[in-house]
T-cell receptor, first 112, second 115 residues
Framework: KQEVTQIPAALSVPEGENLVLNCSFTDSAIYNLQWFRQDPGKGLTSLLL?????REQTSGRLNASLDKSSGRSTLYIAASQPGDSATYLCAVLKTSYDKVIFGPGTSLSVIP | DAGVTQSPTHLIKTRGQQVTLRCSPK?????VSWYQQALGQGPQFIFQYYEEEERQRGNFPDRFSGHQFPNYSSELNVNALLLGDSALYLC??????????????FGPGTRLTVL
């Protein structure tokens, strides 16, 4: 049974700092891994998707890496801004027709 | 492209009542999944619909049922509401299938409060 964990549960950093969010999954046989952002009480916004054959994806100040063999993914946020404050969730898909399993999320607060 | 839409935005019900939530997928998507998200937790998978059939189901009781229509839109029905059913209900759509990205897109959610 796939289980997804995220560390840390919460993080508070000063504006401008670079930071790393961690995601771990127990079953390395995945189809893809997706990182999402969620603002309080809102839906999920897709940030980055990494397919199983890829090692990383980049979008602006965000970079996500994937190491299937160790069951880990990291989301790197460069030069953090107060607008980055939100909960970040990672989710894994086992096969193309399977359900998506989410981690509990990391709550990020960027202090001006 | 309107993306994934959900209605209503908010809903207040009392224990024992029944509720229906609605979702329209992103244009071109054929697979709809429903999730329940309690405060402070990650979304929990309820079920997934493809070609009007329930294809996958999470660990939710039979009080939770759904439907997918020929235009790929979907409904989530919850009977005999309990206080513990209070949550944000999220709908996600994608085009499922081998070889594709299978990137999920989420709607804004329906906030259900059971009193």
């Amino acid at each position: 049974k796939q289980e997804v964990t995220q560390i840390p549960a919460a993080l508070s950093v000063p504006e401008g700092e670079n930071l790393v969010l961690n995601c771990s999954f127990t079953d390395s046989a995945i189809y893809n891994l997706q990182w999402f952002r969620q603002d309080p009480g809102k839906g999920l916004t897709s940030l980055l998707l990494i397919q199983s054959s890829q090692r990383e994806q980049t979008s602006g100040r965000l970079n996500a890496s994937l190491d299937k063999s160790s069951g880990r993914s990291t989301l790197y946020i460069a030069a953090s801004q107060p607008g980055d404050s939100a909960t970040y969730l990672c989710a894994v898909l086992k096969t193309s027709y399977d359900k998506v399993i989410f981690g509990p999320g990391t709550s990020l607060s960027v202090i001006p | 492209d309107a993306g994934v839409t959900q209605s209503p935005t908010h809903l207040i019900k009392t224990r024992g009542q029944q509720v229906t939530l609605r979702c329209s997928p992103k244009s071109g998507h054929d697979t709809v999944s429903w999730y329940q998200q309690a405060l402070g937790q990650g979304p929990q998978f309820i079920f997934q619909y493809y070609e009007e059939e329930e294809r996958q189901r999470g660990n939710f009781p039979d009080r939770f049922s759904g439907h997918q229509f020929p235009n790929y839109s979907s409904e989530l029905n919850v009977n005999a509401l309990l206080l513990g059913d209070s949550a944000l209900y999220l709908c996600a759509s994608r085009t499922a299938g081998a070889g594709g990205l299978n990137e999920q897109f989420f709607g804004p959610g329906t906030r259900l409060t059971v009193l």
